[in-house]
Each structure stands twice: as structure tokens, then as C-alpha cells.
């Protein structure tokens, strides 16, 4: 009957995709309607400085998964190219995941929704149940899926077919005596927004100000694409209400499988972790998209920073709201450990459990230094509670921002002659950082990764590893 015992708990690992931080009813935004994950929230503990490890999504995916940092398990852009059939490429084959860990511990598996991490259709060893997009995005209606190895086409709402899925699949294991593992990876709220969502939700926006969402003038680094930034569309008002009512379907979903936990009588013998892949701009900095929202990318807290809710009533912590530095290696670890599952296998590289901030209030995360580090391609960030460091190799440009006084990321110090000794401390932990946690075989540092693909595993020979730009212009820095 799954699992009754809080101590080996189901779990249910809920992903969305290029959710800004800032897009929660209980981060504080008070125009977005998010009630079920702010109900979440309430019964949990939110994270309000969680970080992904690389600010788009395959890259930041296959952290989460195998709590390592790109340039350890070479994903280091959003992966294009082929997608399924034989000539698919597994980025992950070989590697271990924090799944491959459950797996072997009993727990049955499912997924339900966007993978992206190459051969999207061949089920991940351990899985007992693979519905999965077929590439990383698509229209909300008629997606193409792969259900066990074979291809579908959609013609619901995608982000209701996943939770209807995810609910069938809870359905299907509740009178198995395993524990269960499901996790139900939304597609929303990426783009494409105008069109695209229930006309009663979008209608919920037709009078807000969207004032949480300010349209700044345009970034100096901005690309375009057909005349639009390359990560918003042409109509920037629809734009703005199809990403918001996005986010609210996507909530009302969620709702749904947290119901059916309940009407099983699972909720306080299950893990819920509600996090999204990378943030997102949507205005915000004068930038529509994520880390490559501009070119040279970016690593603004908007982009880098992600929400995150884990509850699991009765055992975990409740209402709580946790401060402390965290990043996506870390999450495999904290996973383990509350399912009781041996986690040291992840914590042999940069990610530690953060387990006993959610069991005990008031604990301190003394296990490390507060420090998060993130890398996109030759771009690699070093973030303390009151200092962020984002140097690009080889030649720049930097950045310095003192947190701490300047939240908002809008004075570039790195040049300020009162700031150098700040910018050379942080540059040798930045550098002696990476230098113990990078594989030499799949070191981002020298690659061309302009944010627009990656064809190829990295080491191939494969000398278009990364798409060429597919930008109109790209602006000089």
C-alpha cells in the first residue's frame, strides 16, 4: 500500500521549468496566484536562497540528479540535436544518480513529464514507469511524448496530462507494498505563453500591473530574435499573463496529485520537493530569459536562484522560511537522507546534505562555508551571503556586487580600487573551488558555449559540439 512510514517516505519530486524565484505567492509576490504550493509552504520549509548549479536547463537538471557540478558530468547547455531513437545520445550513461541510489533501496520509480537529459524516450534504469517529453519544449497542446518507449502525441493541456499521469501512476502503486519515487516534471511555465493557456486563468491577469515584473530598459547584452529577446515573445503584456497564468495551472495541477496523496492517506509518509530547474528574468535586469537571456550569459541572482519547498507533514519542520545558502548538488543528499538511504556516495563531491535544516528548527548549516558556486560554459560565479564574484574566461567581462548593500545587482564594483582585495579573495576560491571539483575531460572552461545548444557529449572530437548562434546579432560586451 506504498509506503505508511514516515521514516521511509514516498517521495515526490515536483520540477518546473524557468521558474523565477520570484514567482510565488510565498516568496512574496503578492500579484502571482499560487495557493497550492503557498498551502505547501506553510506545511514545510521554503528555501529562499536555493540555487541551480548553471542558469538553464539540461545542465542545471543533471546536477539535481547527479549532485555534480557541469564541468563533472560535461552537460554545460541545453541539449539539442537528437532527442530519442538509437542515434540518441544518454549524457548521463555511466553516471550515478541519486534515483540509481533508490532504486537499489527498494523504491519503485516513475517519471512524468520533461527529462532532457538526452535518449528521452529509453526508460533511466530503476524506473518502473517513463512518460516523457520527447525533447525539452513544445506548444502546451500536442506534445510529443514517449510512454515507455513509445511516441504519443497530446492533445490535452500537457501540464494537466502530467498530473492526470502522475495521479495514475500513484493510482497504480498504492497497493504495492514498495515505497514509491515519482518524479513529475512540468514544462511550465516555460514559453511559449501568448495563446497557449486556459482563457479563465489567463483572465485572472487581465487587470494586474505585473509591478513584480518590472520591463526595464533593454540589457546591452541583449539578443534578439525575429526583433524580440531571444527568451520572451513580441507581446510583452500576453507574454507576461501567459507566463503568470502558467504558473497558476501548473499550481492548480500540482493541487490535484497532492489531493490524491491525501485521499490515499499518504500525505505524512510522503516527500514532497517542489523546485524548478533555473530562475528567469521576465523584464527583470532588462532581460526576457535565463542565463542565456543574454550573451556573454549572465549569473544575476534572477537567473541563478530557484524556488524550492520541501514538506513531509509530521516529520519535517512546518512554516519555516530557511536563509541559508543552498544549491542543487546538494539536493541529491538531502533526498537520501530523509529516505533513509545511505547519501555519503553524494556527498564525495561539492554537495552536502542539508537534511537537519528541515528537521530542526533553528539548526545552522555549519557543515560549510556559505558559499554557492555556479558555471555556465567559460562563466563561473562564486555567490557568500554578502559578495557575488562572476568572472568569464579568458577575457571577461567580470563582475562584483556587494549583496549585502546592493540586493538588486545594479553597481558592477569589480573595477572599484576600494573592492580589489574582495576581488582577488574571491577569484582564489572561485579558481581552488573548481580545481578540485572539475573533471579535466569535461572542464567547461575553453569551450565555446554561447547558450544557444549543445549537439554533442563534450570529448567527442565532435568540433560542433555547441550550436552556433541562432540569435539575429549578439551585442559586443
Not at 8 to 20: A, K, V, Y
Not at 395 to 400: K, T
Request: glycine share 10%; charged share 20%.
Amino acid at each position: 500500500m506504498s509506503s505508511r512510514d514516515p521514516q521511509r517516505p514516498n517521495i515526490l519530486f515536483i520540477l518546473s521549468d524557468d521558474q523565477g524565484p520570484w514567482a510565488l505567492g510565498c516568496a512574496g509576490n503578492e500579484e502571482i496566484h499560487t495557493p497550492r504550493l503557498d498551502a505547501l509552504a506553510a506545511d514545510g520549509t521554503r528555501l529562499d536562497n536555493f540555487f541551480c548549479t548553471s542558469p538553464v536547463c539540461s545542465p542545471a537538471r543533471a546536477s539535481l540528479f547527479t549532485g555534480q557540478i557541469p564541468s563533472r558530468h560535461g552537460v554545460h547547455d541545453w541539449l539539442d540535436g537528437v532527442h530519442t531513437g538509437p542515434a540518441a545520445v544518454d549524457y548521463l550513461a555511466g553516471q550515478r544518480l541519486f534515483t540509481d541510489e533508490l532504486a537499489q533501496a527498494g523504491y519503485r520509480l516513475g517519471l512524468s513529464g520533461k527529462w532532457h537529459l538526452g535518449a528521452n524516450d529509453r526508460p533511466r534504469p530503476g524506473f518502473v514507469h517513463w512518460y516523457a517529453h520527447r525533447s525539452g519544449g513544445s506548444p502546451y497542446h500536442g506534445a510529443p511524448m514517449y510512454r515507455d518507449g513509445e511516441p504519443e502525441t497530446v492533445d490535452g493541456y500537457i501540464t494537466d496530462v502530467l498530473a492526470d499521469d502522475a495521479i495514475a501512476f500513484l493510482d497504480a502503486e498504492q497497493h504495492r507494498p514498495e515505497p514509491f519515487y515519482l518524479s513529475l516534471h512540468f514544462t511550465a511555465p516555460h514559453k511559449p505563453w501568448k495563446g497557449q493557456h486556459p482563457a479563465e486563468v489567463v483572465a485572472l491577469y487581465d487587470d494586474c500591473a505585473f509591478s513584480t515584473c518590472p520591463q526595464e530598459p533593454a540589457h546591452p547584452w541583449l539578443p534578439l530574435l525575429d526583433g524580440a529577446p531571444i527568451g520572451g515573445e513580441p507581446d510583452t503584456r500576453a507574454a507576461l499573463a501567459g507566463y503568470f497564468a502558467a504558473v497558476t495551472a501548473m499550481d492548480s495541477a500540482i493541487g490535484r496529485v497532492l489531493d490524491a496523496l491525501a485521499d490515499q492517506d499518504l500525505t505524512t509518509s510522503t516527500l514532497v520537493v517542489f523546485t524548478s530547474d533555473n530562475g528567469f528574468n521576465a523584464g527583470h535586469h532588462g532581460i526576457w530569459g535565463k542565463g542565456n537571456g543574454t550573451y556573454p550569459q549572465n549569473m544575476y541572482d534572477t537567473s541563478v536562484k530557484v524556488p524550492a519547498i520541501i514538506a513531509q507533514p509530521g516529520r519535517l519542520a512546518a512554516g519555516q522560511t530557511r536563509h541559508q545558502l543552498l544549491s542543487a548538488y546538494d539536493l541529491g543528499a538531502t533526498i537520501l537522507q530523509l529516505a533513509g538511504v545511505d547519501h555519503r556516495g553524494f556527498e564525495r563531491g561539492p554537495g552536502r546534505s542539508f537534511a537537519h535544516l528541515l528537521t530542526t528548527p533553528g539548526a545552522a548549516a555549519a557543515y560549510r562555508p556559505v558559499v554557492v558556486y555556479d558555471e555556465y560554459g567559460p562563466v563561473r560565479m562564486i555567490r557568500t551571503s554578502g559578495w557575488k564574484y562572476v568572472h568569464r574566461h579568458a577575457d571577461g567581462p567580470h563582475e562584483l556586487y556587494d549583496i549585502a548593500n546592493d540586493p538588486g545587482e545594479r553597481t558592477n564594483r569589480v573595477d572599484d580600487p576600494a573592492a580589489a582585495a574582495t576581488v582577488a579573495q574571491l577569484r582564489a576560491r572561485l579558481d581552488q573551488w573548481f580545481a578540485r571539483h572539475v573533471d579535466p575531460a569535461r572542464d567547461g572552461l575553453d569551450l565555446p558555449v554561447t547558450g544557444a545548444g549543445q549537439l554533442a557529449p563534450v570529448g567527442t572530437g565532435d568540433q560542433h559540439a555547441f550550436a552556433p548562434p541562432k540569435w539575429d546579432e549578439p551585442p559586443q560586451p
